[in-house]
């Protein structure tokens, strides 16, 4: 079955960078289009940063722009997010998300597009 098990999550002081990871296992990765996701306390789950199954289209919700980057290695079955200057308002769980698709440059941003899910990685930041 489909697994999605993110990692890098942690404590970190506010203006530091963290690097999360989604070992995905179980589907045929490059066929994936795949985001992140995150929930902070008291709050809905929110997007964060979407990449197409060729890594060709992204997009980011305007909070996070110019501080994190989403990227994906198809020959490792891996994705990552890459966060800088992180702010104490980034403090959630970080989740990775993933649904199959014909389409190669699409990305998706509705937490309602993905079909798959993993466990979430908690993320930090201390002001």
């Known amino acids: 079955q489909v697994q999605l098990v993110e990692s890098g999550g942690g404590l970190v002081q506010a203006g530091g960078s963290l690097r999360l990871s989604c070992a995905a296992s179980g589907l045929t990765f490059k066929t994936y289009a795949m985001g992140w996701f995150r929930q902070a306390p008291g709050k809905e789950r929110a997007f964060v940063a979407a990449?197409?199954?060729?890594?060709?289209?992204?997009s980011y919700v305007d909070s996070v722009k110019g501080r994190f980057t989403i990227s994906r290695d198809n020959a490792k079955n891996t994705l990552y997010l890459r966060m800088n200057s992180l702010k104490p308002e980034d403090t959630a769980v970080y989740y990775c998300?993933?649904?199959?698709?014909?389409?190669?440059?699409?990305?998706?941003?509705?937490?309602?597009?993905?079909?798959?899910w993993g466990q979430g990685t908690q993320v930090t930041v201390s002001s």
């Open positions: 998300a993933g649904r199959p698709t014909t389409f190669g440059y699409y990305y998706y941003t509705g937490e309602r597009d993905y079909a798959y």
């Open positions: 990449i197409s199954s060729n890594g060709g289209s992204i």
